[in-house]
Every structure is written in structure tokens, then in C-alpha cells.
Nanobody, 116 residues
Framework: QVQLVESGGGLVQPGGSLRLACAAS????????MGWYRQAPGKQRELVAM????????NYADSVKGGFPISRDNAKNTVYLQMNSLPPEATAVFYC?????????WGKGTLVTVSS
């Protein structure tokens, strides 16, 4: 099993930046990939970005390509999501996920509110 703890959410003004962090613990050597998802009010949860444990290749939602780079620090077992130029519609709960075989593990989420 894997435990995931997100941090870094909060209130930011439109056009501002935030960096989310997700610390993993447990069976971390079995993780195939880690990712960030978001769920805006009244909408379904959707993938934002994903990074694979081997090789570090990444995938991004078309809506955030170039704007929300995902990265990892293997020494800290932590994955980051750097969010730049945030628009008001980016307000959402952001969830960290980790895939071990056929199972996805989830963090509890961190709220990002973009508002002036």
C-alpha cells in the first residue's frame, strides 16, 4: 500500500502561482506512476499531469500543457505540480494519485482557490 499526503494548496490571486507537493510513503518502490488530478465544483475529476517512476516521462492534459509542469524528487519520495498563471476557473480540489499495478491510491486532496 501507499500513503499520499498533499500540501501547497490555498488562496491565490488570478495570474499567480502555486506549487503543490505530494509525499508518498509505504510501498513506494512498486509505484508505476504518480499524477495530479483536479475536481472543480460541479465537475468530474480529471487528470492534470502524470509522471512515470521509470524514466520520468510525463503526460499532461491538453488544457494545461506548458503551464503546469510536474516533477519529482526521488530522494524525498515527493512529486510536485508547479502551477503558473492561474486563471479563476482553475479553482478546484487537487488530488495526488499513485498507481501500483491495477490499483490507484489517492490522497485526501488539497484545495486551490483562485480569486481576487
Amino acid at each position: 500500500q501507499v500513503q499520499l499526503v498533499e500540501s501547497g494548496g490555498g488562496l491565490v490571486q488570478p495570474g499567480g502561482s502555486l506549487r503543490l507537493a505530494c509525499a508518498a510513503s509505504g510501498s513506494i518502490f512498486s509505484i508505476y506512476a504518480m499524477g495530479w488530478y483536479r475536481q472543480a465544483p460541479g465537475k468530474q475529476r480529471e487528470l492534470v499531469a502524470m509522471i512515470r517512476s521509470t524514466g520520468g516521462s510525463t503526460n499532461y492534459a491538453d488544457s494545461v500543457k506548458g503551464g503546469f509542469p510536474i516533477s519529482r524528487d526521488n530522494a524525498k519520495n515527493t512529486v510536485y505540480l508547479q502551477m503558473n498563471s492561474l486563471p479563476p476557473e482553475a479553482t478546484a480540489v487537487f488530488y495526488c494519485s499513485a498507481r501500483l499495478g491495477p490499483i490507484d491510491y489517492w490522497g485526501k486532496g488539497t484545495l486551490v482557490t483562485v480569486s481576487s
